[in-house]
């Protein structure tokens, strides 16, 4: 099945860097999972409010710049936060990195700076980074909505 995105989206993505809106609209294309942009420009004062909710864990966020942009997994009608939604997500955003040719990071594999140049599944690349905090003894932050810019 073929998704596109609402206008409700595209409104989301108003200040967000150009090739970042063009990753989303070529995504949607990729995808076997319908999903939408829920988060795109922050202010300071929305970060700052995330920040101090634990949602967000830096007052350096690549939304205040926009230069991110948060997706939600949807099936059906409804709002989706599991796991697995974002994996074929984070796999078609990797695809539309590749089309328009820039540097992505997938908030849930934050050890790779260019999702274009992971060789595996963004399943793999999760399953990576979650296996590389726990050998370091650290929990890992996943935010599997986030895709921001590295370039």
Same mark, same amino acid.
């Given at each position: 099945?073929?998704?596109?995105? #609402?206008?409700? &989206? ?9 090739? %970042?809106?063009? +990753? ?25 409010? %995330?920040? =101090?909710?634990?949602? #967000?864990?830096? $007052?350096? #966020? ?6 991110? %942009? ?9 709002? #989706? ?18 089309? +328009?040719?820039?540097? $992505? ?16 599944? $963004?399943?793999?690349?999760? =399953? ?6 726990? &050998?370091?003894?650290? &929990? ?9 810019? $590295?370039?």
């Amino acid at each position: 099945m073929t998704y596109k995105l #609402s206008q409700r &989206s595209l409104d989301r993505m108003e200040g967000v860097d150009e090739r %970042l809106v063009a +990753v989303a609209k070529a995504a949607i294309g990729h995808t076997e999972t319908d999903f939408g942009v829920i988060c795109g420009l922050r202010t300071i004062e929305e970060q700052r409010e %995330l920040f =101090n909710k634990g949602a #967000s864990k830096t $007052m350096k #966020s690549k939304h205040i710049d926009g230069n991110a %942009l948060d997706l939600m997994a949807y099936v059906g009608s409804r709002g #989706s936060w599991e796991i697995k939604l974002y994996f074929d997500i984070a796999d078609a955003v990797k695809e539309a990195a590749i089309d +328009v040719g820039v540097a $992505m990071r997938w908030g849930a594999a934050w050890h790779i700076n260019d999702i274009r140049e992971w060789g595996g599944t $963004m399943e793999e690349a999760y =399953n990576a980074y979650v296996d590389l905090r726990r &050998s370091q003894g650290k &929990s890992p932050f996943i935010d599997g909505p986030h895709f921001e810019l $590295m370039d």
